[in-house]
T-cell receptor, first 113, second 114 residues
Framework: DAGVTQSPTHLIKTRGQQVTLRCSPKSGHDTVSWYQQALGQGPQFIFQYYEEEERQRGNFPDRFSGHQFPNYSSELNVNALLLGDSALYLC????????????FGDGTRLSIL | AQSVTQLGSHVSVSEGALVLLRCNYSSSVPPYLFWYVQYPNQGLQLLLKYTSAATLVKGINGFEAEFKKSETSFHLTKPSAHMSDAAEYFCAVIESGGYNKLIFGAGTRLAVHP
C-alpha cells in the first residue's frame, strides 16, 4: 500500500520564478494538506483541499495556490519566489470529516538562490 | 487560538536512559493531540495520537504519552532510549472547528549518546 508520494524531492529555483510541487495521497484518502517547514521550525499549515476545492487556508499570501484533481492528487504552486520561500514542503493526506491523523510524504526541499 | 509549546529544543540522553519530551497545549475544548517523529531528510511519521479514549496512549517504537488535562500537557516518554531514537520530535494539535488542520510545536531534537 503506497503511502503519500511527493515529487520532486529537491528543487533549486531563483528569485521571481514559479514552481509546482506534486503530491499523490495515500490510497483511500481524499483530503490533501500542504505544510511549509522552514529550517529548524515546525511545519506551518498552508492550505487543505477536499473535493477539488480549497477548504481551509493558513496565513500564506496569494502567491501560494493549489489544485486538487479528481483522483485526489494535488499540486502546490508558488509564484514570484522569494528567498524566504526556501523550505521543506510537506504534503499530508487523510480521510475527510474525521480527526484521524494525517499521513505525510517525505517532502520536497525547495532552495531559492 | 490553539497553540502547542515544546519545552527544550534539544534533549540529550544516554542509551538506555529514560526519554522525556515535554509538550503543553492551549485549547478551550478537548483536544486531539499527536506526536510525530522526523528523521533526517524524511517526512513526519506518526508515533501516537490522543483522541480522548484513554489518557495513557501507547505508540510505536516503545513510546507512550500521557494526557493530563489539569496540566494541559501531553509529554512523550520512552523507558529506555536507543540510538535509533535520535531524531526531531513534534507535538501537534488539531485546530478545533477546522478540518484536520494541524498546529505544530517548534520541535525537540533528541540526541542519544553511547
Amino acid at each position: 500500500d503506497a503511502g503519500v508520494t511527493q515529487s520532486p524531492t529537491h528543487l533549486i529555483k531563483t528569485r521571481g520564478q514559479q514552481v509546482t510541487l506534486r503530491c499523490s495521497p495515500k490510497s483511500g484518502h481524499d483530503t490533501v494538506s500542504w505544510y511549509q517547514q522552514a529550517l529548524g521550525q515546525g511545519p506551518q499549515f498552508i492550505f487543505q483541499y477536499y473535493e477539488e476545492e480549497e477548504r481551509q487556508r493558513g496565513n500564506f499570501p496569494d502567491r501560494f495556490s493549489g489544485h486538487q484533481f479528481p483522483n485526489y492528487s494535488s499540486e502546490l504552486n508558488v509564484n514570484a519566489l522569494l528567498l524566504g520561500d526556501s523550505a521543506l514542503y510537506l504534503c499530508a493526506s487523510s480521510e475527510s470529516w474525521s480527526n484521524q491523523p494525517q499521513h505525510f510524504g517525505d517532502g520536497t526541499r525547495l532552495s531559492i538562490l | 487560538a490553539q497553540s502547542v509549546t515544546q519545552l527544550g529544543s534539544h534533549v540529550s540522553v544516554s542509551e538506555g536512559a529514560l526519554v522525556l519530551l515535554r509538550c503543553n497545549y492551549s485549547s478551550s475544548v478537548p483536544p486531539y493531540l499527536f506526536w510525530y517523529v522526523q528523521y533526517p531528510n524524511q517526512g513526519l511519521q506518526l508515533l501516537l495520537k490522543y483522541t480522548s479514549a484513554a489518557t495513557l496512549v501507547k505508540g510505536i517504537n516503545g513510546f507512550e504519552a500521557e494526557f493530563k488535562k489539569s496540566e494541559t500537557s501531553f509529554h512523550l516518554t520512552k523507558p529506555s532510549a536507543h540510538m535509533s531514537d535520535a531524531a526531531e520530535y513534534f507535538c501537534a494539535v488539531i485546530e478545533s472547528g477546522g478540518y484536520n488542520k494541524l498546529i505544530f510545536g517548534a520541535g525537540t531534537r533528541l540526541a542519544v549518546h553511547p
